[in-house]
């Protein structure tokens, strides 16, 4: 805390990412990135890209880009929003659709981002009681007068809601932003991108960081109505028009045309997975089913604290929350088949 400090400033609790310690190495899964490479066509567009234009402003409306992701999901430039990284995505979202005084929805155990870019824009919010199993409880999800925002699948526990579902929340939610927050939407789930052509009130955000390996590059994008997108333009150019260099316009523009290694890694991810789940089973753990690149584990006796220390100490990182509902909870994201057995083997020595 600081005099120099602004008020807003002072009253802000930041959002704390995952830890990156630099002691030794670790076997790292507590950020759910993408344990395999990007698709080398991005790599040689990227450095192909980094040559004397950079002396030039990127494009602000980044339309390649746009036109590219348009293309591959079947929408126009016009329905598609870019942002550097789907978190600034999410916080130009709540600036463009969220008002003070006006509540939005979203469940108790989620995103941990979203109370706090509530709380930087002063937007009220209401949590919704996640049943036992985690699952949305699909019915409490109205909101006559704010907004509603929910991960699918959810994070952190990866439990996935059907596009049924989404359907009845969007029907219920006519004259109100419903925003998908789709990050982890690749590795087995449903996008709700379909539902795009019956409601123009649905925001879908994604990003790159996860199924396409590209969380260093930062980008992230969202999908909806002309109108929708063109609040968040409204928003980015009056912040900063640059929001995406033109090494990430080029890196990102190649990952969309790379569909044979996004669909190779994807596939890998999600058969580590199943792999996975019925190891730790076996161990004893509680497993909250996934549509995620990561797990959500409990064990009936050892708390969740001690085992993320002492994985930690067996050189493994995964996240623990000391929160209310999860702090017997594990998030451990998918890594490498190596990478997830030398995490299985430290487990066993930990719950034997
Ligand atoms: N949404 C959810 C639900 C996430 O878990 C994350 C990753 N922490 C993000 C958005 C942000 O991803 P990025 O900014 O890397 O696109």
Same mark, same amino acid.
């Given at each position: 805390m600081s005099k120099y400090w602004s008020k807003a400033v002072q009253g802000l609790e930041p959002y704390v990412p995952g830890e990156q310690p630099k002691d030794k190495v670790y076997v790292k899964l507590n950020t759910n990135e993408n344990p395999y490479p990007p698709s080398p066509k991005a790599i040689l567009a990227m450095q192909a890209a980094a040559d004397d234009k950079l002396r030039l402003y990127p494009p602000p409306t980044c339309d390649e880009l746009r036109d590219t992701i348009g293309a591959y999901y079947g929408l126009k430039k016009e329905q598609v929003f870019v942002g550097n990284g789907s978190d600034e995505v999410l916080a130009f979202s709540f600036m463009a659709f969220f008002d003070p005084g006006s509540p939005i929805l979203f469940p108790d155990i989620t995103y941990s981002f979203y109370p706090v870019y509530a709380a930087l824009f002063h937007i009220d919010y209401q949590l919704v009681t996640l049943n036992?199993?985690?699952?949305?409880?699909?019915?409490?999800?109205?909101?006559?007068?704010?907004?509603?925002?929910?991960?699918?699948?959810?994070?952190?526990?990866?439990? !996935?809601?059907? &596009?049924?579902? *989404?359907? %009845?929340?969007?029907?219920?939610?006519?004259?109100?932003?419903?925003? /998908?927050?789709? +990050?982890?939407?690749?590795?087995?789930?449903?996008?709700?991108?379909?539902?795009?052509?019956? !409601?123009?009130? &649905?925001?879908? *955000?994604? %990003?790159?960081?996860?199924?396409?390996?590209?969380?260093?590059?930062? /980008?992230?994008? +969202?999908?909806?109505?002309?109108?929708?997108?063109?609040?968040?333009?409204?928003?980015?150019?009056?912040?900063?028009?640059?929001?995406?260099?033109?090494?990430?316009?080029?890196?990102?523009?190649?990952?969309?045309?790379?569909?044979a290694h996004f669909?190779?890694?994807?596939?890998?991810?999600?058969?580590?997975?199943?792999?996975?789940?019925?190891?730790?089973?076996?161990?004893?753990?509680?497993?909250?089913?996934?549509?995620?690149?990561?797990?959500?584990?409990?064990?009936?006796?050892?708390?969740?604290?001690?085992?993320?220390?002492?994985?930690?100490?067996?050189?493994?990182?995964?996240?623990?929350?000391?929160?209310p509902r999860i702090d017997n909870f594990l998030r451990v994201s998918i890594g490498s088949d190596e990478e997830m057995d030398c995490f299985l083997t430290a487990l066993r020595d930990i719950v034997k």
């Open positions: 036992e199993d985690f699952s949305i409880p699909v019915e409490a999800f109205w909101q006559p007068n704010g907004g509603i925002i929910f991960p699918n699948p959810n994070a952190p526990t990866g439990r !996935y809601l059907s &596009l049924a579902a *989404i359907e %009845t929340i969007l029907r219920k939610n006519r004259d109100q932003v419903v925003i /998908v927050d789709e +990050a982890y939407i690749d590795f087995g789930g449903e996008s709700a991108i379909k539902l795009l052509q019956n !409601y123009d009130n &649905l925001l879908i *955000i994604q %990003t790159l960081s996860k199924s396409r390996s590209l969380a260093g590059l930062r /980008v992230g994008f +969202a999908l909806g109505s002309a109108e929708l997108i063109e609040a968040l333009d409204r928003v980015k150019n009056s912040i900063n028009s640059y929001t995406l260099d033109r090494v990430a316009l080029a890196g990102a523009v190649e990952a969309f045309k790379d569909e669909e190779e890694t994807r596939q890998k991810i999600m058969a580590t997975r199943q792999r996975v789940m019925v190891s730790i089973e076996k161990l004893g753990f509680e497993v909250v089913p996934s549509t995620a690149n990561l797990i959500f584990i409990s064990h009936p006796v050892i708390p969740a604290e001690r085992i993320f220390r002492e994985l930690r100490e067996h050189g493994v990182l995964v996240r623990y929350f000391k929160k």
